[in-house]
């Protein structure tokens, strides 16, 4: 299925800084431990940097120790795509918003319960939305 937000490349870079630009459109990596969501720990949602749809929740993030923020289920199955991936001899599975198409990370089998899974996803690809304290 085709991304609902299309844009050209120019216009990514447009509406992108160059480091998100790297990531969400040409499926870079940040290092580890550079990103400013690993540490994060107050609630609220996380948003595709790309676009904005909620991808992930503070509830689901949990401490994987990889340097990477980390989150063991998205916040709406139908907003994450995953597609194979067998770049640099690695078969790995990536994930992307479904929305824009943007590359968030990749998703592996070696989470905590109760999915056992771990959305290992770049902190440049996501936004922080702060809960409103009520
Ligand atoms: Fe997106």
Redesign the pocket.
Known sequence: MKPK?QKTEEEWKHCLDPKQYQILRQKGTEPAFTGKHTDNHERGMYV?A??G?ELFSSDTKFESGTGWPSFWAPAAEESVEEKSDNSFLMRRTELL?K??G?HLGHVFEDGPRPTGLRYCINSLALNFKKKDEK
């Open positions: 937000v595709c790309g676009c749809t918003c929305n824009c943007g």
